[in-house]
């Protein structure tokens, strides 16, 4: 069963720029997670979705979003992006929040 | 609010000898607990977990964790370390939020030949 993937694996943005992160799931898992992880805050929590429905939200601004697709594949969205949001942000699936999450690549995203 | 903390930023062993890496966790009712490995550059992958049963979890590539009730901890072990397994470690407790894993901070294993 192939695994979580996430795309594209790196981007170099701006400040100011907006960006979109892509996940899809591993086949037949609803849940999807997303985190953030920074060397200083370490690894975040940003949303969870599942069946499209965006169950909960970790404590990042309004710039922060997500969408859950009726085939579990989910975007997260940064917009008006600062030197801050330099990270790596990884997707994870599951088949409920309950199940164990498996976790993609990342993808590296950094802002200049 | 449920939390792990791992004391150890750091753990270094000979390759050959046992490994331990130190988790401890506070939860309101029982615990989700999880450990996941992470690579340079790569995503977080999964060891094993915790959900109910018998205190000690096996899990892949020979890892297995203990769980003490009593002390709060969920250590993960392994008899006899390898120098691939040099990597950082996270432990991490599934809150009573959907879907949020929340993680400590990270013991990075350094194994020597």
């Known amino acids: 069963k192939a695994g979580v993937t996430q795309t594209p694996r790196y981007l170099i943005k701006t400040r100011g720029q907006q960006v979109t992160l892509s996940c899809s799931p591993i086949?037949?898992?609803?849940?999807v997670s997303w985190y953030q992880q920074t060397p200083g805050q370490g690894l975040q929590f940003l949303f969870e979705y599942f069946s499209e429905t965006q169950r909960n939200k970790g404590n990042f601004p309004g710039r922060f979003s997500g969408r859950q697709f009726s085939n579990s594949r989910s975007e997260m969205n940064v917009s008006t992006l600062e030197l801050g949001d330099s990270a790596l942000y990884l997707c994870a699936s599951g088949r409920d929040y309950t199940d164990t999450q498996y976790f993609g690549p990342g993808t590296r995203l950094t802002v200049l | 609010a449920q939390s792990v903390a791992q004391p150890e930023d750091q753990v270094n062993v000979a390759e050959g000898n046992p490994l331990t890496v130190k988790c401890t966790y506070s939860v309101s009712g029982n615990p989700y607990l999880f450990w996941y490995v992470q690579y340079p550059n790569r995503g977080l992958q999964f060891l094993l977990k915790?959900?109910?049963?018998?205190?000690l979890v096996k899990g892949s590539y020979g890892f297995e964790a203990e769980f003490n009730k009593s002390q709060t901890s969920f250590h993960l072990k392994k008899p006899s370390a390898l120098v691939s397994d040099s990597a950082l470690y996270f432990c991490a407790v599934l809150t009573d939020s959907w879907g949020k894993l929340q993680f400590g901070a990270g013991t990075q294993v350094v194994v020597t030949p």
């Open positions: 915790y959900i109910t049963g018998d205190n």
């Open positions: 086949s037949g898992h609803r849940s």
